[in-house]
């Protein structure tokens, strides 16, 4: 069974700050990590994934996350946050990059 | 990349009747899967479409509620049946495919269903 828990609905930031979203994880089997962001009215993009290797994964805009076995954890982080990062993110897990199974979403409120 | 495509975008229908929902997919695939995004929330996956079987429900979905047709490699179609305001929701098609020389799951622009 496979699971995600994304702690805290809604994350607001102003611009120039850390962002952090928080993702843990259950799996019975190593897991693929997934983080997508959905724009308002648009479909998901995929922010990055970790499937085998490195740890620390960067993606797409600046963001980056660490998988950390121990701690069942895949954080999302960006250093300095923009305006245009206001969206939802979605931290996901599959065994199979097949199903996805998705967390509850955090969406990111970006304050000028 | 794989370019999914779904119609209707979105539709307002009465509760009782059916939607079909199309997706259209711009490569052949194994496996496409259909999601749920009710308001405010996280994406469920339906069911897994394979063509040639029938379509693998995940639990509390049911193909009374949800028949899924899968024709060919390229094509699928998720029927919401005796729809009621519950059903209200943006339903997403998936697939995975390569982008590059890595797999990434892609998905459609999703259709969003309001019942009335």
């Known amino acids: 069974a496979q699971s995600v828990t994304q702690l805290g609905s809604h994350v607001s930031v102003s611009e120039g700050a850390l962002v952090l979203l928080r993702c843990n994880y259950s799996?019975?089997?190593?897991?693929?990590l997934f983080w997508y962001v959905q724009y308002p009215n648009q479909g998901l993009q995929l922010l990055l994934k970790y499937t085998t290797g490195a740890t620390l994964v960067k993606g797409i805009n600046g963001f980056e996350a660490e998988f950390k076995k121990s701690e069942t954890s895949f954080h999302l982080t960006k250093p300095s946050a923009h305006m245009s990062d206001a969206a939802e993110y979605f931290c996901?897990?599959?065994?199979?990059?097949?199903?996805?199974?998705f967390g509850s979403g955090t969406k990111l409120n970006v304050k000028p | 990349s794989a370019v999914i495509s779904q119609k209707p975008s979105r539709d307002i229908c009465q509760r009782g009747t059916s939607l079909t929902i199309q997706c259209q997919v711009d490569s052949q695939v194994t496996m496409m899967f259909w999601y749920r995004q009710q308001p405010g929330q996280s994406l469920t996956l339906i069911a897994t479409a394979n063509q040639g079987s029938e379509a693998t429900y995940e639990s509390g979905f049911v193909i009374d509620k949800f028949p899924i047709s899968r024709p060919n490699l390229t094509f699928s179609t998720l029927t919401v049946s005796n729809m009621s305001p519950e059903d209200s929701s943006i339903y997403l098609c998936s697939v995975v495919g390569w982008r590059g020389r890595d797999t990434e799951a892609f998905f459609g622009q999703g259709t969003r269903l309001t019942v009335v």
């Open positions: 996901a897990v599959s065994s199979d990059f097949n199903k996805f199974y």
């Open positions: 799996s019975s089997v190593p897991p693929y």
